[in-house]
């Protein structure tokens, strides 16, 4: 069955400690590929996203991910964390054989300051 | 704002009593989906709509459940005789096209008691 897996359920991190947060996902074919994240009591908002060319992405508050075909993985990085990085995220695929967005069940970020 | 909305923000029903939520997207976004979101778990998917056209339907999405967008612009979901599993987040989101970023409105929190 097609899915997404977000391996860690919560990570907790000190500020300024890098983060490596997984995502591999099932689909076969050509697939866009995203990351959201919610703060506390927000909506979700994107974070970054891959469609095609550079597998490796930038995105918005010093965030970026990598694709890695082979692996069916978009991992989400970030070198220094901040304690107001502290939310949820949700890695999410489009497969453009069916044309929805399925989500990861996310992983919650804790960063102590 | 000229975001995703949704409406209400957040509903208490009684057990059996049918519910229905509003979900209006960016003006001229085509793709408008729906999604569900309980503690700890990414969101759901449980239909989407290209315009007017209902094109796919999760099987989460029981009889009790039917979504409509009647004009191609804002979309209603609404649960009969619903039941306290319904309670959740229930998530509205749009795109422009297929295969671009969706942007998620607030939510409808659903409370059955």
């Known amino acids: 069955a097609q899915s997404v897996s977000q391996h860690n359920h919560h990570v907790i991190l000190s500020e300024a400690a890098s983060l490596e947060l997984g995502c591999n996902y099932s689909?076969?074919?050509?697939?866009?590929l995203f990351w959201y994240v919610q703060y506390p009591g927000q909506h979700l908002q994107l974070l970054l996203k891959y469609f095609s060319g550079d597998p490796l992405v930038k995105g918005i508050k010093g965030f970026e991910a990598e694709f890695i075909k082979s692996k069916f993985s978009f991992n989400l990085r970030k070198p220094s964390v901040q304690w107001s990085d502290t939310a949820e995220y949700f890695c999410a695929v489009n497969a453009l054989s069916n044309n929805d967005m399925r989500f990861g069940a996310g992983t919650r970020l804790t960063v102590k300051p | 704002d000229t975001g995703v909305s949704q409406d209400p923000r957040h509903k208490i029903t009684k057990r059996g009593q049918n519910v229905t939520f509003r979900c209006d997207p960016i003006?001229?976004?085509?793709?408008l989906y729906w999604y569900r979101q309980t503690l700890g778990q990414g969101p759901e998917f449980l239909t989407y709509?290209?315009?007017?056209?209902?094109?796919?339907k999760s099987r989460l999405l029981s009889d009790r459940f039917s979504a409509e967008r009647p004009k191609g612009s804002f979309s209603t979901l609404e649960i009969q005789r619903t039941e306290q599993g319904d309670s959740a987040m229930y998530l509205c989101a749009s795109s422009l096209q297929a295969v671009s970023e969706a942007f998620f409105g607030q939510g409808t929190r659903l409370t059955v008691v």
């Open positions: 709509f290209q315009n007017e056209a209902q094109l796919e």
């Open positions: 689909y076969g074919g050509t697939v866009n």
């Open positions: 003006s001229e976004h085509n793709r």
